[in-house]
């Protein structure tokens, strides 16, 4: 059985440390989304880890513990629209940084999933390849931007259910890509991406 091995605290000591990540960076349609999460010295949960090796239910039920006990967290997103325009990783990066901007407490320091980012303002950050299985705010910010995405594009099936959203959330699943063939796209589809198997790669 693999042993859970507990989520660091912080990885900068004595400061105002939020942790940041997205959700949604390889799907066919709707938003990228971001969250940003500062932490108490002393929160702890031994449920808690990357929202990626957490059920459904498990990141659901984090979801109000995070929000109850942060001492600050902000969620927010970039349209497909303005992802087709900028591209995803720029989108990503601009998602985490509205994120930090919705936070009621201002950083001195920001730990970042994955390993590109952009300063923002004047704040010192940290790069950190798989992050959210290694600090507690990073992971706490996956579930939030996990969760928050979810019922995003669960609300959106209601209006274009063809396309499967409650299950795949807009992944690129076999099911997802066949409905784009047979029913087009949405104003909530990624033009820019692949959105079928079979279609060209183009050089631009």
């Not at 979801?63 to 591209?87: F, G, M, T």
């Not at 795949?168 to 692949?194: C, D, S, W």
């Given at each position: ?20 990540d ?35 239910h ?23 629209p ?5 591209n ?40 950190i390849?798989k ?17 928050y ?23 690129p ?21 692949r ?7 183009l050089?631009?």
């Amino acid at each position: 059985m693999k042993v859970h091995q507990p989520l660091a605290s912080y990885f900068t000591v004595d400061c105002i440390e939020a942790g940041c990540d997205e959700a949604g960076r390889g799907c066919l349609a709707g938003p990228v989304f971001a969250a940003a999460v500062i932490l108490p010295a002393d929160f702890s949960s031994p449920l808690l880890n990357d929202s990626k090796q957490l059920t459904e239910h498990q990141r659901y039920a984090l979801r109000p513990i995070i929000e109850q006990r942060a001492l600050a967290w902000s969620v927010a997103r970039v349209d497909a629209p303005e992802i087709d325009k900028i591209n995803i990783l720029n989108a990503s990066i601009l998602a985490m940084h509205r994120a930090v901007d919705g936070l009621s407490i201002r950083p001195e320091h920001l730990i970042i999933d994955g390993n590109r980012f952009k300063k923002y303002q004047d704040i010192p950050h940290h790069t950190i390849v798989k992050g959210d299985g290694k600090y507690l705010s990073i992971a706490a910010a996956s579930v939030l931007a996990k969760t928050y995405r979810d019922d995003y594009m669960v609300a959106l099936a209601d209006e274009f259910p063809q396309y499967d959203w409650k299950s795949n959330k807009g992944y690129p699943t076999v099911k997802h890509r066949r409905a784009i063939e047979l029913y087009g796209t949405t104003p909530y589809h990624r033009m820019t991406f692949r959105l079928l198997n079979t279609q060209l790669e183009l050089d631009l």
